[in-house]
């Protein structure tokens, strides 16, 4: 991995690498930004993890890619996560080092005073008020000195790295074993506590080589960025367009408010967000949304949620030269597993695109509740084998348990390690997977996967209530989830007050956009919460 990052920074030195806050960045520029970095990582710290809080900047593009140059596990954190969920996935990873933006000061000063043990805090630049905080390194004087930084890009001439006799050059990382951790990612769980999914390195590996072959990626393509650092499409974006030499758009704020605009102006040529990121698009410029033109675009691909196929007539429309794909995948099964290229005469009539077909040496099965094969056409639960799945969850032997299983997967008996990834799904005889929906209230929303019981349990505790249900509602015409719905009995709180506590402890896309109290909630004839009543009383 290490290898193919810095092939890629000698060969395009000096080619666009990153555009970010209105400046474009060489790879020339950003790998010395990067190994710097790596650098101060090595000499003040022994870790083999560190945590990296960051927004869309320059130095935090620069810090993520210096962890991999330095050779340790990469672990995003959300900026604008509340800090009792920040301090929950510190303390789940049990990393002790702590990278972050210059920007991140004021949620970063909010950390420090509520975590209950120390952490070592490399900041990578200049700060108002952290110099004096116990544990901080602010590393501006190195990162922000123009000589040093002069220097560290001046080994990038000439197309090999060159020896400066400076004790601060480039990052020494010890070659990684396959089983190497490359990143850490958290997702959203049940019982509110973060779940790890530790991503090795011959996953992302396998992941690359496999998106390879489906795309002919070139040093001309201009790679969109929408999603956030601890969204692992993410990953996508910033590994396979810096091991390719193509340039990364960072797209915050009013890019992400209105993406074509950002595409027509940058002129991408590689699209890749949710589908709610144009059906969003839609809402805002309505009858404008077909004027806009993006003939730039080679090819546009949706993952992280299910992808209607209203949508990609009309982003066929807007995207005229571009292929349309739908991926789908879960973190635990790094990325992206499956793949179809959208037909507009095969797919036109579909509600929702089929997920299509596992690519590289990626396999599934599709298997009843007593873990039998299903007949081709009938429903089950899809299962995930081969070299992208990981090997469990961070230090979860529990919910290693319930989702990881060795199963016989052919008529010799042969074991092999599977992901149940509670979604249903049926295949055609032409083993084309057609997504059918979760197997349990696990929702997606915006691209995130978010546990409504997760919700159900921070609103019981914040308002003392006994029964709370959360619902996805709105539903878009499409099927896709615009808000949620909260009922609670709890008296004392409207529906403002509880959204105001739910703020405090939850993500932004996780908030309930409605609350509703009820002295009493409607029950089922097996004494259940009668949910499809409760839709009604939201409509």
Same mark, same amino acid.
């Given at each position: 991995?290490?290898?193919?990052?810095?092939?890629?920074?000698?060969?395009?030195?000096?080619?666009?690498?990153?555009?970010?806050?209105?400046?474009?960045?060489?790879?020339?520029?950003?790998?010395?930004?990067?190994?710097?970095?790596?650098?101060?990582?090595?000499?003040?710290?022994?870790?083999?993890?560190?945590?990296?809080?960051?927004?869309?900047?320059?130095?935090?593009?620069?810090?993520?890619?210096?962890?991999?140059?330095?050779?340790?596990?990469?672990?995003?954190?959300?900026?604008?996560?509340?800090?009792?969920?920040?301090?929950?996935?510190?303390?789940?990873?049990?990393?002790?080092?702590?990278?972050?933006?210059?920007?991140?000061?004021?949620?970063?000063?909010?950390?420090?005073?509520?975590?209950?043990?120390?952490?070592?805090?490399?900041?990578?630049?200049?700060?108002?008020?952290?110099?004096?905080?116990?544990?901080?390194?602010?590393?501006?004087?190195?990162?922000?000195?123009?000589?040093?930084?002069?220097?560290?890009?001046? $080994?990038?001439?000439? %197309?090999?790295?060159?020896?400066?006799?400076? /004790?601060?050059?480039? =990052?020494?990382?010890? #070659?990684? !074993?396959?089983?190497?951790?490359?990143?850490?990612?958290?997702?959203?769980?049940?019982?509110?506590?973060?779940?790890?999914?530790?991503?090795?390195?011959?996953?992302?590996?396998?992941?690359?080589?496999?998106?390879?072959?489906?795309?002919?990626?070139?040093?001309?393509?201009?790679?969109?960025?929408?999603?956030?650092?601890?969204?692992?499409?993410?990953?996508?974006?910033?590994?396979?367009?810096?091991?390719?030499?193509?340039?990364?758009?960072?797209?915050?704020?009013?890019?992400?408010?209105?993406?074509?605009?950002?595409?027509?102006?940058?002129?991408?040529?590689?699209?890749?967000?949710?589908?709610?990121?144009?059906?969003?698009?839609?809402?805002?410029?309505?009858?404008?949304?077909?004027?806009?033109?993006?003939?730039?675009?080679?090819? $546009?691909?949706?993952? %992280?949620?299910?992808?209607?196929?209203?949508? /990609?007539?009309?982003? =066929?429309?807007?995207? #005229?030269? !571009?292929?349309?794909?739908?991926?789908?995948?879960?973190?635990?099964?790094?990325?992206?597993?499956?793949?179809?290229?959208?037909?507009?005469?095969?797919?036109?009539?579909?509600?929702?695109?089929?997920?299509?077909?596992?690519?590289?040496?990626?396999?599934?099965?599709?298997?009843?509740?007593?873990?039998?094969?299903?007949?081709?056409?009938?429903?089950?639960?899809?299962?995930?084998?081969?070299?992208?799945?990981?090997?469990?969850?961070?230090?979860?032997?529990?919910?290693?348990?319930?989702?990881?299983?060795?199963?016989?997967?052919?008529?010799?008996?042969?074991?092999?390690?599977?992901?149940?990834?509670?979604?249903?799904?049926?295949?055609?005889?032409?083993?084309?997977?057609?997504?059918?929906?979760?197997?349990?209230?696990?929702?997606?929303?915006?691209?995130?996967?978010?546990?409504?019981?997760?919700?159900?349990?921070?609103?019981?505790?914040?308002?003392?209530?006994?029964?709370?249900?959360?619902?996805?509602?709105?539903?878009?015409?499409?099927?896709?989830?615009?808000?949620?719905?909260?009922?609670?009995?709890?008296?004392?709180?409207?529906?403002?007050?509880?959204?105001?506590?739910?703020?405090?402890?939850?993500?932004?896309?996780?908030?309930?956009?409605?609350?509703?109290?009820?002295?009493?909630?409607?029950?089922?004839?097996?004494?259940?919460?009668?949910?499809?009543?409760?839709?009604?009383?939201?409509?």
């Amino acid at each position: 991995m290490i290898q193919q990052l810095r092939d890629c920074s000698l060969t395009f030195a000096h080619r666009p690498a990153l555009w970010v806050e209105d400046r474009e960045y060489s790879y020339r520029e950003l790998f010395a930004q990067a190994d710097l970095i790596a650098c101060q990582i090595q000499k003040l710290t022994t870790t083999d993890a560190v945590l990296v809080l960051s927004k869309k900047s320059f130095k935090g593009y620069a810090g993520i890619l210096s962890c991999f140059l330095a050779g340790v596990t990469y672990i995003p954190l959300n900026d604008s996560f509340p800090t009792d969920k920040l301090v929950d996935i510190i303390q789940s990873s049990g990393c002790t080092t702590l990278l972050a933006d210059p920007g991140c000061e004021e949620s970063l000063l909010k950390l420090l005073q509520q975590l209950p043990d120390p952490l070592t805090v490399l900041v990578s630049g200049k700060t108002s008020n952290l110099s004096y905080a116990q544990g901080v390194h602010t590393l501006a004087d190195n990162l922000d000195d123009n000589e040093t930084v002069n220097e560290y890009a001046a $080994s990038y001439a000439n %197309g090999h790295l060159q020896s400066t006799g400076s /004790t601060k050059h480039c =990052a020494k990382a010890e #070659p990684v !074993s396959n089983s190497h951790l490359a990143y850490l990612m958290f997702t959203s769980g049940s019982t509110g506590k973060p779940k790890g999914v530790p991503v090795s390195t011959q996953n992302l590996l396998s992941y690359l080589e496999h998106i390879r072959k489906l795309y002919d990626f070139t040093p001309y393509d201009r790679h969109s960025q929408f999603f956030e650092f601890t969204f692992d499409l993410s990953m996508h974006d910033i590994m396979v367009c810096w091991t390719s030499g193509g340039c990364l758009y960072a797209a915050d704020g009013f890019a992400k408010l209105m993406p074509l605009h950002f595409a027509s102006k940058h002129k991408l040529t590689v699209w890749f967000s949710v589908p709610s990121q144009v059906s969003a698009a839609q809402a805002v410029l309505k009858n404008k949304f077909f004027k806009q033109q993006l003939p730039n675009l080679r090819y $546009s691909l949706f993952c %992280g949620e299910a992808l209607p196929a209203s949508l /990609t007539r009309d982003w =066929a429309s807007v995207a #005229p030269h !571009s292929s349309i794909d739908n991926l789908y995948g879960p973190t635990e099964a790094t990325i992206a597993y499956t793949w179809l290229r959208v037909d507009p005469d095969k797919h036109g009539e579909c509600g929702i695109i089929p997920i299509g077909k596992p690519f590289g040496d990626n396999k599934v099965m599709v298997l009843d509740e007593q873990q039998r094969l299903v007949a081709s056409g009938e429903i089950g639960q899809l299962y995930l084998y081969g070299p992208q799945v990981v090997a469990e969850y961070w230090q979860d032997p529990a919910n290693t348990q319930k989702s990881f299983l060795n199963l016989a997967v052919d008529n010799n008996s042969q074991q092999a390690h599977l992901y149940c990834t509670g979604d249903l799904v049926s295949q055609s005889p032409s083993d084309e997977l057609a997504f059918h929906g979760r197997a349990d209230q696990q929702i997606k929303m915006r691209g995130y996967r978010i546990e409504l019981q997760e919700i159900e349990n921070k609103i019981r505790s914040l308002t003392g209530s006994q029964q709370v249900a959360v619902l996805a509602h709105p539903i878009g015409i499409n099927g896709e989830v615009l808000g949620l719905a909260a009922f609670y009995d709890a008296l004392g709180f409207n529906e403002h007050e509880m959204i105001l506590l739910c703020r405090k402890v939850l993500p932004d896309y996780m908030i309930p956009s409605r609350g509703y109290y009820l002295a009493k909630f409607p029950h089922n004839a097996n004494g259940k919460v009668d949910r499809k009543a409760l839709l009604t009383l939201a409509e």
